[in-house]
């Protein structure tokens, strides 16, 4: 099992820039979430999907939307992409109140 | 939102010592969370915690839920311990992170 991966590792952007971070699971679970983690700070919770077809807002979901393709895969898409965005993302998947995190895109917006 | 204190911030230990992590936090919560994120940046799930006492090996947590803490108690500790220990409590899928113990273990 390759567990929660995310593409791509890095990347930099432009402001304005739009991209889309992928995360995919292969433990066969229902709920998926986004997190950022600024330097030295915990993570915070930007949005999740309890299951498939459903998505809903956390603790700071302004200029991100996300996307529940099918059960395995869970996007998170910056449409214009702002300096404030600057952050490291990361995905995760849960299965009974643990969750399972994906290794992290770290993400520079000039 | 819930608010949530960890303590101590940093903290250095020797090879072999014991150390206690604090989680306080302000309101009621059905789920609780620690994880540790390694120096190369990797989280992984410690306990799923939300009362009572569990333990996995050198590491245990107790949540005192009516009194608002948690505790992760890491004993012999190991150079690989280092890293950042994060509590996360909340309710349903919506979980809180704390700021965070730093922990170094020296050899």
């Known amino acids: 099992n390759a567990g929660v991966t995310q593409t791509p590792k890095f990347q930099v952007l432009k402001t304005g820039q739009s991209m889309t971070l992928q995360c995919a699971q292969d433990m066969n679970h229902n709920s998926m979430y986004w997190y950022r983690q600024d330097p030295g700070m915990g993570l915070r919770l930007i949005y999740y999907s309890a299951s498939e077809g459903t998505t809903d807002k956390g603790e700071v979901p302004n200029g991100y939307n996300v996307s529940r393709l099918n059960k395995r895969e869970f996007s998170l898409r910056l449409e214009s992409a702002a300096p404030s965005q600057t952050s490291v993302y990361f995905c995760?998947?849960?299965?009974?109140?643990?969750?399972?995190f994906g290794p992290g895109t770290r993400l520079t917006v000039t | 939102g819930i608010q949530v204190e960890q303590s101590p911030p940093d903290l250095i230990l020797q090879e072999g010592a014991n150390s206690t992590l604090r989680c306080n936090f302000s309101?009621?919560?059905?789920?609780l969370q620690w994880f540790h994120q390694n120096p190369w940046g990797q989280l992984i799930n410690l306990f799923y915690i939300p009362s009572g006492t569990k333990q996995n090996g050198r590491l245990s947590a107790t949540t005192v839920a009516t009194e608002r803490y948690s505790l992760l108690y890491i004993s012999s500790s190991q150079t690989t311990d280092s890293g950042v220990y994060f509590c996360?409590?909340?309710?349903?899928?919506?979980?809180?992170f704390g700021g965070g113990t730093r922990l170094m273990v020296k050899p």
């Open positions: 995760a998947s849960e299965q009974g109140y643990e969750q399972y």
């Open positions: 996360a409590p909340g309710a349903g899928n919506m979980l809180t």
């Open positions: 309101d009621s919560v059905n789920n």
